[in-house]
Antibody
Framework: QVHLVQSASEVKQTGASVKVSCKASGYNFDTYGISWVRQAPRQGLQWMGW????????HYAQNVQGRINLTTDISTSTAYMELRGLRSDDTAVYYCARAKVPSSVIHYWGQGTLVTVSS | QSVLTQPPSVSGAPGQRVSISCTGSSSNIGAGYNVHWYQHVPGAAPKVLIY???NRPSGVPDRFSGSKSDTSASLAITGLQPEDEADYYC???????????FGGGTKVTVL
């Protein structure tokens, strides 16, 4: 069965960067893309971006464009989300999720990674 | 503020029917992009209830149903049960933003 296992929680200082990993198993990694979604405390779900594992094509949400970088490593079936210039409002649970294309439904999600940004 | 608008909360007694609206525009739902619905319980990953407007994944009770018309979509829950208390989100794609978007979320309370 499909599993997406994310890296552990992180605490970062304002202005720093964070890189969250997402290891996939149970399917052919390069036949789907990976979306990233976050939820800040007491806020709703926010789509951050999507990457095609097959060709590296990326789509980013406007509010993180310029600070986010999505990458994948096919050899280890792992996707990465790097967010730079962290601010306090980046404190959130970050989810990776399997998605064929950006508009696709998400059937499989990672367990979530809490990133806390403190000054 | 999301481009997909949902009511912040809805409530109903056990056994009742509730409906959650998701209002978009001509650049997302009205442009023909599919709408998906998720149930999110705090501490767990979201779970898909409806995909591609009206389809229900295996294992999702038929108490949950979805519809779409023009620039809006709806999720209906019939025979409301205590375990349905959660947050619900719609998702679609927006061509102006070139991005997937979620609604702001609706908290369902079972009275």
């Amino acid at each position: 069965q499909v599993h997406l296992v994310q890296s552990a929680s992180e605490v970062k200082q304002t202005g720093a960067s964070v890189k969250v990993s997402c290891k996939a198993s149970g399917y052919n990694f390069d036949t789907y893309g990976i979306s990233w979604v976050r939820q800040a405390p007491r806020q709703g779900l926010q789509w951050m971006g999507w990457i095609s594992v097959h060709n590296g094509n990326r789509h980013y949400a406007q509010n993180v464009q310029g600070r986010i970088n999505l990458t994948t490593d096919i050899s280890t079936s792992t996707a990465y989300m790097e967010l730079r210039g962290l601010r306090s409002d980046d404190t959130a649970v970050y989810y990776c999720a399997r998605a064929k294309v950006p508009s696709s439904v998400i059937h499989y999600w990672g367990q979530g990674t809490l990133v806390t940004v403190s000054s | 503020q999301s481009v997909l608008t949902q009511p912040p909360s809805v409530s109903g007694a056990p056994g009742q029917r509730v409906s959650i609206s998701c209002t978009g525009s001509s650049s997302n739902i009205g442009a023909g992009y599919n709408v998906h619905w998720y149930q999110h319980v705090p501490g767990a990953a979201p779970k898909v209830l409806i995909y591609d407007n009206t389809n229900r994944p295996s294992g999702v009770p038929d108490r949950f149903s979805g519809s779409k018309s023009d620039t809006s979509a709806s999720l209906a829950i019939t025979g409301l049960q205590p375990e349905d208390e959660a947050d619900y989100y719609c998702q679609s794609y927006d061509s102006t933003l070139s991005a997937s978007v979620f609604g702001g979320g609706t908290k369902v309370t079972v009275l």
